[in-house]
């Protein structure tokens, strides 16, 4: 259906219900210097505390069908994105420059804390005693949209089925790695400094870093941004937990589970270029609850549009076919917010046309949720 004239989504299931608020709380990374972090309070039990994933509510159906055709959201960005620069600082180091290595860190797939990664900064090193390069980490004119697209990644998926612990663990682990070679290299071409994020996978529950996962009554993983872990349980994700069903209720095709990784890979990438901290910031001089629920819908559907362009990029050989296109589409036009609850991910409608627009544009500039109308990040 035309933009604007998608169908209102079924009412909630009552035996789909969220888990209770506040989730587990977020801090923004303690400075280097050593400094004790300033401890964050829960602001007004939002869910947008926490990296999590999109919640599935509502009736689904087991077996998908054709979605129907929506458009893309109502926006396109401009080439040269209107914002105010940074504010210019002139920093030397005399620390060796950082490298990152693409296996060094890697959680696979312990429950237990995996330690603290370090923040994202918003310089990089380049050598002994060398001036840092300065890098934008405002919402509106992010370094990160000058990255482009994604470029072609090599990731066959075979056949895993999602209701095997074995088998789903294995597939994200694998494709992870896929994750990581075409973020890593649009954003270290723009000098983001980069390294890859941890992952933390049981076939039940447990606890991490921000807190237990999934978290009561849920089945959605998140990303933790204290250590750059992604939480999550494959049981959960599948099979749901409680009255919370899971992803495999919308469809069996392992690739609705991976494109919600590729969400929570999505918030690793705003975090390592600033934008997570920026949006924090701005989500604590918020004066209201309206305002910081309508800055967390458009943080998350900025992470659903990344996650998008992840599976345009992998789609020749996972492989994306137009059917199973189609089915992401669907997979998209059926989680986030329902009547009823926190307006803090988007509409349904709205995940859709921001999981299309990352899909079908494959431009970092094109997921600045930051510069859409309101209308399109509600």
Not at 58 to 81: C, I, L, Q
Request: proline share 10%; with cysteine; glycine share 10%.
């Amino acid at each position: 259906m035309p933009y604007g004239h998608q169908a209102p989504p079924p009412p909630p299931d009552p035996w789909q219900r969220r888990a209770a608020h506040p989730p587990p709380q977020w801090q923004p990374p303690r400075p280097r210097s050593g400094g004790a972090g300033v401890v964050v309070g829960v602001v007004f039990g939002m869910v947008a505390l926490v990296f999590t994933g999109i919640v599935v509510i509502g009736a689904v159906a087991a077996n998908v069908r054709r979605a129907d055709t929506v458009a893309v959201p109502a926006f396109t960005a401009p080439p040269r994105p209107t914002f105010r620069p940074a504010e210019p600082r002139d920093r030397r180091t005399s620390a060796p420059a950082r490298t990152a290595s693409s296996g060094n860190g890697r959680n696979t797939g312990d429950a237990g804390d995996t330690g603290d990664s370090g923040d994202a900064g918003s310089t990089r090193d380049t050598g002994d005693t060398t001036r840092t390069r300065v890098l934008d980490t405002s919402l509106e004119g992010n370094t990160l949209y000058r990255a482009g697209g994604l470029p072609r990644v090599h990731c066959p998926a075979g056949s895993p089925s999602i209701y095997s612990h074995a088998q789903l663990k294995a597939l994200i682990l694998k494709t992870s790695k896929c994750l990581d070679r075409g973020w890593s290299r649009i954003l270290r071409e723009q000098g983001i400094p980069w390294h890859p994020p941890r992952y933390a996978l049981t076939a039940t529950r447990s606890r991490g870093a921000c807190g237990d996962f999934p978290a009561p009554g849920s089945m959605v993983p998140y990303y933790c941004p204290r250590n750059a872990t992604i939480y999550a349980s494959t049981r959960a994700m599948s099979r749901g937990v409680g009255n919370s069903r899971g992803y495999g209720a919308i469809t069996e095709w392992h690739g609705g589970v991976i494109s919600m990784m590729a969400h929570e890979y999505g918030h690793h990438v705003q975090h390592l270029s600033g934008l997570s901290t920026t949006w924090w910031q701005k989500s604590l001089r918020s004066s209201g609850r309206n305002g910081r629920l309508a800055l967390s819908r458009r943080f998350e559907l900025q992470a659903t549009c990344l996650g998008a362009m992840f599976m345009r990029s992998v789609s020749a050989t996972y492989p994306v076919t137009p059917a199973r296109r189609q089915t992401l589409y669907y997979f998209y036009s059926r989680v986030g917010d329902w009547p009823g609850y926190p307006r803090d991910h988007g509409s349904p409608a709205n995940n859709n046309r921001w999981f299309r627009q990352g899909y079908e544009r494959n431009r970092t500039l094109d997921c600045n949720t930051w510069l859409a109308p309101t209308s399109s990040t509600s």
